[in-house]
């Protein structure tokens, strides 16, 4: 079972920067590739980016592409985004989730119905 904690969300003006981390408690987490998800009051939970185990691939929806950077470290069992131009849509709960990894679950790593662990949350406000 891996156990996974989110943190860097804040609050921040539009056009500020936030870096969240996702810490893993599984000293196996090279293993697993790991998604970022939000879900804003009101609306389904959306994908934004994803990392495979060794960083080799990532993904971003189109939204974030160019502001978002998802990173990981495997030595601290931690996977980052970094968001910079922060806008108010993107005001929302950030979740990161894993899954151990097979090559072929590169055709729905956008999908959160394919990872099984999932942290807590963390809450995301850009103000205008």
């Known amino acids: 079972q891996v156990q996974l904690i989110e943190s860097g969300g804040e609050l921040v003006q539009a056009g500020g920067s936030l870096r969240l981390s996702c810490r893993a408690s599984?000293?196996?987490?090279?293993?697993?590739?790991v998604g970022w998800f939000r879900q804003a009051p009101g609306k389904e939970r959306e994908f934004v980016a994803a990392?495979?185990?060794?960083?080799?691939?990532?993904s971003y929806t189109d939204s974030v592409k160019g502001r978002f950077t998802i990173s990981r470290d495997n030595a601290k069992n931690t996977v980052y985004l970094q968001m910079d131009s922060l806008k108010p849509e993107d005001t929302a709960v950030y979740y990161c989730?894993?899954?151990?990894?097979?090559?072929?679950?590169?055709?729905?790593?956008?999908?959160?119905?394919?990872?099984?662990?999932w942290g807590q949350g963390t809450q995301v406000t850009v103000s205008s």
């Open positions: 989730a894993a899954k151990a990894w097979r090559e072929r679950y590169y055709y729905s790593w956008t999908s959160d119905s394919l990872y099984d662990y």
């Open positions: 599984d000293g196996t987490f090279n293993n697993y590739g």
């Open positions: 990392i495979s185990t060794t960083a080799g691939r990532t």
